[in-house]
């Protein structure tokens, strides 16, 4: 079936800008590899495909009907908001994700971010570099308040396989640990956690992550109201999905010092338009959407994207995202 099957990569650059080779993917079946496909683009592309992988490529119901030779789908991304799952389990196409790939380089970025609010390290080497310690007249300068994570508390919103290697770090850092869960899970891990209501969580954590998927339910969840019952010395980090934010609400909160800060790795729209008020935002940090890249990351999403193929075309689709609406 290998050799037959062909197979359509709609948007592979950033999965592989050079260093990441597609090679075992095209040893499994005739292989079509775009960097990027605009919208218009996307059923010309995918119309003879057997086998579509895409990442930020949309692929709603109106679409999947507009592709009758289409078995199966992979993301190449963890998140599998941009296909429609159910259209597809209607028209018996699997679809599967990539789970778990980048847990350590997420977990990190979201300390990185919270670090550099922390301790300013950015500003300071900019301060030392214009020669603000060449001309101090004391030993040491700071520019900013710098804060201890040691015994703050952070609140982690979502606490699946990142959400617990955050805890994880959070915890080396001496800081207390809670969380917010749907279903809070049966074992949530060595690291000492509390679970608590929503509303609790923002209202009384120093730090809130936010780890959790976005669904048709939580868009722009994190509002006014809830930015308005943190403390004003807390953090937001959004290593999640930019639409989990209202980005006007948090702008208006960090303009009016309403909280201390934010660390953000997505945006609601991808790229960042131009207008974006959170670009303008004083003490927010934004990253474009980075945490997930690192080569050792993308190395293992190569490595599950073939096992991926591989087993749906052995007839053992994994990792499939809507399998229970499959007919």
Known sequence: MADSTRIV??????????????????????????DRTPPELKLER?????????????????????????????????GYNNVDIKAAAKLGIPVSNIPA?????????AFSLLLELAMHVGLHDSAVKKGEWVRCPDHAFWKTPLIELDSLTIGIVGYGTIGRAVARIANAFGMKVIAYAPRIPLEPGAVPVSFVSLKELFASADVVSLHCPQTTD???????????????????????????????????????????????????????LADNPLLTA??????PHIAWASL???????EIVVANVSAFQAGSPINVVNAQHLK
């Open 9 to 34: 990569v709609l948007d592979g650059y950033t999965i592989n800008p050079g260093d990441n080779p597609w090679d075992r993917l095209e040893a499994l079946g005739a292989c079509t590899i775009y």
């Open 46 to 78: 995918a119309a003879q495909a057997d086998i579509v992988l895409l990442s930020k490529v949309k692929l709603d119901a109106a679409a999947l009907q507009s592709l009758p030779k289409l078995k199966y789908i992979s993301m190449l991304a963890t």
């Open 101 to 109: 790939y980048s847990t350590e380089s997420v977990a990190q970025t």
């Open 218 to 272: 939580n868009g722009g969840f994190v509002n006014a109201a809830l930015l308005g019952s943190m403390k004003p010395t807390a953090y937001l980090l959004n290593l999640a999905r930019g639409a989990l934010v209202n980005e006007g609400d948090l702008a208006s909160a960090l303009h009016n010092g309403r909280i201390a800060g934010a660390g953000l790795d997505v945006v609601a729209h991808e790229p960042m």
């Open 282 to 287: 004083p003490n927010c940090i934004i990253t």
């Open 296 to 302: 050792a990351a993308r190395l293992r999403l190569m």
